[in-house]
């Protein structure tokens, strides 16, 4: 059995996939995670999970070419430069 | 020799032995993923018996290298059970299993001695020794679940049973019994525990293995 492990390096930051290893249970999984991951200091928290319980989704039609959708689509400094005088709210460097 | 420099040479000598023979699986280990795990505890052990002998080298007016691999094989303190050698991995967790049973009863003690020297750093190696009896537990359930798994297990712990109750002494070994036949879902027999103090012929080489580097360089060498 395939356990995949994401790992903490620091609290409050995000959980980043660290790799995979073999273990027949949860029980196993968490001792060589500890080993693996964990045992010099390397991380503050593990998630182990059975790969088995991934959704993998691969498949994204993008057939109408939605290029707005996209953050490099088009840039929202001067729409957002308008709100703000709207707003009243005028950030002097504009940028924020 | 006084009783607490005694207490913390086979304290440590089990460790450093234990530790040594344990090792002796890295890059062997029947997978990958155990060899990493399995030398993680062995390097665990030796941590501990380091901190042992500092503190009775303290004690002793030496130094903790020259308690760990200047001694003469008569005066190792280390119990037969981590002496044996090459066994094979059923065995192995056999030996892990009980060795950690009897460890867990005799740090229990030495956190509640008076000495708060003995007491602090047997609460420190505690924190460690929980994973090893984890370890040692998931084994033990692992190996009990399967029809082979379990009868070598069973073959294993009944050879090593008077090696282990030779681990503690005659005040803590009937709570060491009784856990462990608590534990098990088939009995081990009454036997005479094999005591500390007499060595496994083993252990003449594998303090000839051990020392080489330390014989080799002259006294004070570092590296």
């Known amino acids: ?96 | 020799m006084n009783d607490r420099a005694r207490l913390l040479l086979e304290l440590a000598d089990d460790e450093l032995i234990l530790g040594w023979r344990n090792s002796e699986w890295t890059g062997i280990a029947p997978f990958l993923e155990e060899d990493v795990a399995f030398s993680s505890i062995a390097q665990n052990e030796i941590g501990h018996a380091r901190a042992l002998y500092e503190l009775a080298a303290r004690e002793l007016g030496t130094d903790a290298d020259a308690l760990a691999f200047d001694r003469t094989l008569e005066e190792y303190r280390s119990a037969p059970l981590v002496e044996l050698r090459r066994l094979e991995w059923a065995r192995t967790i056999a030996r892990h299993w009980l060795y950690e049973t009897a460890d867990a009863v005799r740090l229990e003690a030495l956190k509640a001695s008076d000495d708060p020297e003995i007491a602090g750093l047997a609460a420190k190696m505690d924190r460690e020794e929980t994973y090893h009896r984890i370890h040692a537990e998931m084994w033990l359930d692992r190996l009990l679940a399967a029809p082979e798994g379990r009868t070598r297990l069973e073959e294993g712990l009944r050879e090593l049973w008077p090696y282990a109750l030779g681990v503690l002494d005659d005040e803590l070994r009937p709570v060491f019994v009784e856990r462990v036949r608590a534990r098990l879902p088939f009995e081990l027999p009454d036997v005479e525990p094999v005591p500390r103090g007499r060595h496994e012929a083993e252990l003449k080489e594998l303090l000839g293995e051990m020392t080489m580097v330390r014989r080799s360089a002259p006294t004070g060498a570092r590296w």
């Open chain 1, 1 to 96: 059995m395939i356990w995949e492990v994401f790992r903490q390096e620091r609290k409050g930051q995000p959980f980043v996939h660290g790799g995979s290893f073999h273990a027949p249970n949860q029980a196993f999984a968490d001792a060589y995670a500890r080993e693996f991951y964990a045992r010099r200091q390397e991380s503050v928290a593990l998630w182990i999970v059975p790969r088995e319980a991934i959704t993998a989704i691969e498949e994204f039609p993008d057939e109408f070419d939605l290029k707005y959708r996209r953050v490099d689509g088009y840039s929202i400094k001067e729409r957002l430069r308008e709100a703000r005088e709207r707003a009243g709210t005028a950030s002097t460097d504009g940028a924020r």
